[in-house]
Structures are given as structure tokens and as C-alpha cells.
């Protein structure tokens, strides 16, 4: 023979002076709060009568809507790729079947979209730094997001901005003189700062020649 399970009252939902915070009082004395989603969203209301199951559901709603709010408030600062977002909600010792619950409805929302952060990135890191592909390469690395975005990413970039139009503009900014060979100090100083950048000799070397730097 199946046994009922036990019931408690709600007693009383109140507001909290929090905004859009509510506790919940039940006639067995037991006290929690949610957020106002979660109150919505569960349906529960002061009278209503509700078991242990009930009580869990609604916890569990209150735990997965404060890591939604954590990621959200990160969001907010800048966008992140999945991995990163993941990483950030798993040091706050959030359990890892609900990180990716939250990640999961957040992608289908659109909130986390790895090509949209490469994209992103990638027109900073050149319009901002003025950087090349092998230093983007190299800080995206950290990101753990898909190669295949990051070659279509870089092509797409350097195909409206030019890598030899970059550089230039790099020389122009350290009023470097067309014409006028530099001294080897000079030049090797130079070639450091660019391949630093992120740029390989085989992008620097034909600039120099061009503008009769060497």
C-alpha cells in the first residue's frame, strides 16, 4: 500500500523589504524565500496546501534562478564565451548539473553564443589594439571556443581590414618615416613590437620593404 505523503499549510507569503524577495512560512513552523520569478513561476500561493516533492520543486526553481541571475550579472560586464561563463559559475561552487542547465536555456535564449563572442572579440582585438592573428589566436585560447570560428572569425576581419593597412597604421602611430632606412637598434626594436602584436615576419617583412625600411 502506497503512504501518503505528509502535507504542510503555507501560512503566509510575505514581501521582504529586498526587492522582489518573498518568505515563505509554513504551519509547521519551516521558513524560506524566493525570488518573485520563482513565486510566479511555481504558482504557489498563502492557503495552498503542498508535500516535501512541492517544497523541493520550489527550492530547486529558487537555486537555478539565483545561478541564472550570477550568470547574468556576469554577463553584464561583457560577454563571455560558454566555457568561461561555465568556469565563473562552477568557482562559486554551484553544482555542475545546474550550471549547465542555466548555460543551456541562456544559449537558447541567445545570452551565450560562442561565434558572436569570437566575432566580437576578434573586431576588438583589431579595431581597439590593432592586433594580429597570431596574438588572437593565442588569447582566445583561454576562451576554449571552436577553431573553426576562430579561422572563419579572422579571415572575415583581415579581409575588411587589411593586415598591411594595420601595420601601417602601427607605423604611422610610432612616426616611423617612409624611405629611410632604420638604424639595426631601430629595426629590431620595431620587429619585436610587431611580432608582440601578434604578427609573423612573413606580414612584417614585406611592410618594411614596401616602405623602404630596410
Avoid: C
Avoid at 82 to 93: H, N, V
Amino acid at each position: 500500500m502506497k503512504m501518503k505523503k505528509s502535507q504542510v499549510k503555507i501560512k503566509e507569503i510575505s514581501h521582504q523589504k529586498r526587492r522582489a524577495r518573498y518568505t515563505i512560512k509554513l504551519d509547521n513552523g519551516d521558513v524560506f524565500g524566493i525570488s518573485e520569478d520563482v513565486l510566479l513561476t511555481s504558482g504557489i500561493a498563502s492557503g495552498d496546501t503542498i508535500d516535501q516533492d512541492r517544497i523541493d520543486e520550489v527550492l530547486n526553481l529558487e537555486y537555478k534562478s539565483k545561478i541564472y541571475n550570477s550568470a547574468l550579472h556576469l554577463l553584464h560586464y561583457r560577454t563571455r564565451s560558454k566555457y568561461e561563463l561555465t568556469s565563473r559559475l562552477l568557482e562559486k561552487d554551484y553544482p555542475l548539473s545546474a550550471v549547465k542547465s542555466v548555460i543551456e536555456q541562456l544559449e537558447s535564449m541567445g545570452y551565450v553564443n560562442d561565434r558572436q563572442f569570437v566575432k566580437a572579440f576578434i573586431r576588438d582585438s583589431v579595431n581597439l589594439k590593432k592586433m594580429g592573428p597570431y596574438g588572437i589566436r593565442n588569447a582566445l585560447q583561454r576562451y576554449k571556443v571552436s577553431s573553426n570560428f576562430v579561422d572563419q572569425e579572422l579571415e572575415a576581419i583581415y579581409h575588411e581590414f587589411p593586415i598591411p593597412s594595420i601595420i601601417q597604421s602601427l607605423l604611422d602611430k610610432k612616426k616611423i618615416q617612409q624611405n629611410k632606412k632604420l638604424d639595426k637598434q631601430t629595426l629590431t626594436r620595431l620587429i619585436n613590437f610587431l611580432k608582440r602584436k601578434g604578427y609573423f615576419w612573413e606580414h612584417i617583412e614585406p611592410i618594411l620593404i614596401e616602405k623602404g625600411l630596410i
